[in-house]
């Protein structure tokens, strides 16, 4: 895609942005962008079951699930029932599995191409329009919500602050918050710099790292409970690529499953000592 863009970077709070700006975001997502249509990936399959196998599970199992898999991270015990809401929820799988799991869960999806996939999988409970339009237009079924998950989406927010205030305003006493972002102080960020594909510029319009996360979180007037490195599978493998190619198109290698498979250990590795490629955060309300 054309233009060129770079990373600027508060040296007060860390926090990093993309700029310049791009004048409208959503064009930048092309119509092949996985993420808001097409069949469900391997990976976004397991992820999905795992996620209600984590709904459902005792409190040790959910906890090792979301320590193998990132995406099954629930911030907590399950109890029967939870009102579960996936901001930014794609094509819906996150909704998917935890109705599976016996949870009332709704999703909120900008995309109206990833609305239009979901409802074609039977998926009827994700809602298009960014969370500000839908709590303006009155459109977000009845809270408060028991969790609200955001899963690599906060990277995409323009005013990440006061969305994350409006999500603490939805949320019950004791309700929690579960977000992750890709981490631009990884170790595979700093060796592959303008070659990281969890860069992915424009659509990335804030970049973070665990200081001006929790900074953030905070801010917005949240308890941090946790927050950890993960790996974002198939990020290094990609950037790897990216960063052989000399500058040129990725060849591709780097999205095939098996080299995906190989480096995940590597990615889990990384995750474990710090040095992951994303950042999961689970808050609560101050």
């Known amino acids: 895609m054309p233009g060129e863009f770079r990373v600027v970077e508060c040296p007060a709070c860390r926090l990093c942005r993309t700029d310049p700006w791009p004048d409208d975001p959503a064009a930048w997502y ?18 999905r079951r795992a ?3 984590a709904g459902t599970a005792p409190a040790p199992v959910a906890r090792a699930l979301g320590v193998a898999i990132p995406e099954a991270e629930t911030g907590g015990p399950m109890r029967p029932g939870m009102k579960v809401l996936d901001v ?18 709704w999703g909120v999806e900008p995309s109206p191409r990833a609305v239009e996939t979901a409802r074609a999988r039977g998926n009827h409970w994700v809602l298009n329009g ?27 927010v323009p005013d990440p602050l006061a969305t994350l ?17 890709p981490n631009i102080r990884s170790l595979a960020a700093r060796a592959t710099r303008g070659s990281w594909d969890g860069l992915e510029m424009p659509r990335h319009l804030v970049h973070y790292d665990r200081d001006s996360l929790r900074w953030v979180l905070a801010l917005a007037g949240f308890r941090v409970a946790s927050l950890r490195t993960t790996p974002l599978m198939g990020v290094l493998p990609g950037s790897v690529d990216a960063r052989t190619a000399g500058g040129d198109r990725q060849r591709g290698w ?11 250990p590597v990615e889990w590795s990384l995750g474990l000592i710090g040095q992951g490629d994303g950042l999961l955060a689970v808050g609560r309300s101050a």
């Open 30 to 47: 092309p119509d092949e962008y996985p993420q808001h249509g097409g069949g469900e990936s391997v990976t976004a399959r397991a992820s």
């Open 88 to 105: 930014g929820a794609g094509t819906g799988g996150a909704v998917m599995a935890f109705r599976g799991a016996g949870h009332e869960a």
């Open 130 to 156: 960014s969370l500000d339009a839908l709590l303006h237009e009155g459109g977000l079924p009845d809270g408060p919500w028991d969790l609200i998950r955001m899963s690599q989406v906060l990277e995409h």
């Open 51 to 53: 996620l209600q196998r």
């Open 165 to 181: 205030r409006s999500i603490r305003g939805l949320l019950a006493p004791g309700g929690r918050l579960v977000v992750g972002v």
């Open 254 to 264: 780097g999205d095939a499953l098996p080299v995906r498979l190989l480096a995940y």
